[in-house]
């Protein structure tokens, strides 16, 4: 498929025949001996023409693969494929800088050569649509269609104006090599083709009969892509897209690990469910966008793929480890308690239980500890709550300030007064019975700082004047001590109860 001898193939837009009333050399505004062709000035800007040459001489290397010595290259331009929906929702906003092509108007031929993210080297896949087999070909607005007698419509984005324009006049004299063998004859298209040799190759191959070259394999690249975060993109070629899939599925990671240490025993599933969601969700993407990349017909060696399969086994192990030692950390992590409070009284000024069948309206609550009463008849509930490391004593009191707040309790005190040598804050309020009888809501909490636990001590009585209460409440605080975590008794439920 190789042209003999070093061929320049230099532009040539009229080679078919004029394109206008007068040559295009006439056009121009200016001429230039480092213009594309006679005439490009009055299409292309210098700049464009200097950017549009880079291109042609980066791409050129790839398209001597297929052009023959008689064919003649009429016009070359910078385009991007319009990709399938499906690819576009992949890459999202970068769908059209990693599908940029320039596409090479032969007399014979369209040929198509893939350039890299940048636009300035080529890559390499390389494809053809001989107009032998094309049906209609037209540019509307910013794009340019070809419509092959069998096979998909193509569609490119053609950003410059001058590109375009100069394709309009070009398209009228192609047509009339369209179909000039009948439609029966024609070839399905696009023609894909081998980057080593040109020879003719089906989409996404394995390998090249003709010159026996290996391409790289969309099996391994999901393989990989499942077994560890940013593997795939990495062996399709694009290390940049690798490293973001790698931190975007690291920060999921990262996210599902948090919503296990902070979600309560019961929500645990749903976190799992959620986390599972996401996995799920990311390997899908991922194993998509490396299968549409790995398809440019990237040459591969075997001891490449030799090493990217023993990675995709390595890798496949660590993330087996990472996702299976996500609930024994997520366990270890979360929040327990690690002291409890116990009142030491020798002269029987307060009885204790730890039976949570003796303490009524709080016999349900999970953060219930203790149950003290007083000999005055003085009723003290110890609550305990264990902290999180994304969890601090100020949130806390905020929360139950603006709790206190929507509930419509008034705040008689709201401050850091406790008996030494404990620390924390306290709230005193008054709130309403069912009767209309005044409440007072006594609330000590103290805080365990080498442990960022929480401690409520709650007392409530009735009338407006708690000071006796919190005498009282102060009273147990004085005799309080940290003993080791003593969880309560519950009582045992019967079956189907």
Known sequence: MHPSGNHDYKIEPEFLGPLGDRPLVEMARSGSPNDLFPGASAFLAARHQKGRREQWNAAKPLAKRLLQPEERVLYVAHAMQVPPVLHAVALGAMAFPYHQVMLIFTDTRLIEVMLRVRGKSADTRLRSFPWAGVRDAK????????VPADGKKQEWRVPLRGDRNLIKLLLPRLKTHFLQEGAAAAQRLPLW??????????????????????FRSSRLATLLSLAFPGAGLLYAGHPFLAAMDCLGEMFLYAVFLLMMLQAEPGAIPAAVGFGAFLFILTKLESVHLSRILVARTRPDTESRR???????????????????????????????????????????????????????????????????????????????????MMEGSDDFRNQFRQAWRQQGIALVKDDVDLPPPFEGFRFIGISRAGDGQPVSLIQYF??????????????AVLGEDAEPADQIVRDLLSRARWIDPKPPERPTQAPGG
């Open 193 to 214: 083709h081998c980057p080593q040799c040109g020879a003719t190759v089906p989409p996404n191959p394995l390998s090249c009969e003709a010159c026996r070259t290996a």
């Open 306 to 388: 030799a090493g990217y399969t023993r990675l995709a086994v390595a890798g496949g192990l660590a993330s087996l480890i990472v996702i299976g030692g996500a609930f024994p950390l997520a366990g270890a992590a979360r929040p327990k308690l690690e002291r409890d409070l116990d009142v030491a009284a020798d002269d029987g000024s307060w009885q204790g239980s730890r039976n949570a069948g003796e303490w009524g309206t709080f016999a349900e609550d999970a953060d219930a500890r203790s149950q003290w009463e007083h000999s005055s008849g003085l009723r003290v509930m110890l609550l305990a709550y264990p902290q999180g």
């Open 446 to 459: 103290v805080v365990d700082g080498s442990n960022q636990d929480i401690h409520q001590v709650s007392a």
């Open 139 to 146: 540019v509307t607005f910013s794009k340019m269609r070809i």
